[in-house]
Structures are given as C-alpha cells and as structure tokens.
C-alpha cells in the first residue's frame, strides 16, 4: 500500500485547505479525500500526477515517501515547493 493517502492529508493541512477546498482544486469531492486521507481508497494516477505537478514534488514522494507530522515549520521544507503556487 502506498503512502499517498497520508502525504495527500499532510500537503492539504501544510496549504491550510479543507478537504473541500483541496477537492475542488482537482475537481473532486469533499468525500473523495476524505477516502484518500483514510485509506479507503486510492486516487487514479491520473489524480496523483495531478496533485504531483500542482505542488511541484516527484510522483515517487507523493507515493512513497512517509513524511511524519511534525511541526508546520519542518513540514515546510519537506514540502517547500508547494509554497510557489
């Protein structure tokens, strides 16, 4: 199983998005990430490369990398590029 459930649900709270408000920037519900943040489902690659691009970081991380939550500041290194949209 992949981590993109957790690195989905670390990227939207490091962003300040509610799941609603990160839904409606790839066009999906409010009840799609919350399935993807809870590891009911996975997104469609289609949908990970999607948010891979948007935010600037490697497919390969998304997916893989465990990113544990730490403090905000730590997370904004891990995740700096998202920080250019």
């Known amino acids: ?3 993109v459930g957790n690195n989905i649900k670390k ?10 408000a990160f839904g409606d920037v790839f066009n999906l519900t409010r009840g799609n990430i ?4 809870e590891m009911r ?3 469609k690659i289609e949908i990970v490369l999607k948010i891979a691009n ?9 997916i893989e990398k465990i990113y544990p939550l730490m403090r905000s500041s730590i997370l904004t290194t891990i995740f700096s590029p998202i920080f250019l949209h």
């Open 1 to 3: 199983m992949s981590n």
């Open 54 to 62: 948007y935010f600037g970081i490697p497919v390969q991380h998304l």
């Open 41 to 43: 489902a996975e997104p």
């Open 34 to 37: 919350s399935s993807y943040e």
């Open 11 to 20: 990227l939207r709270k490091v962003k300040g998005l509610s799941q609603q």
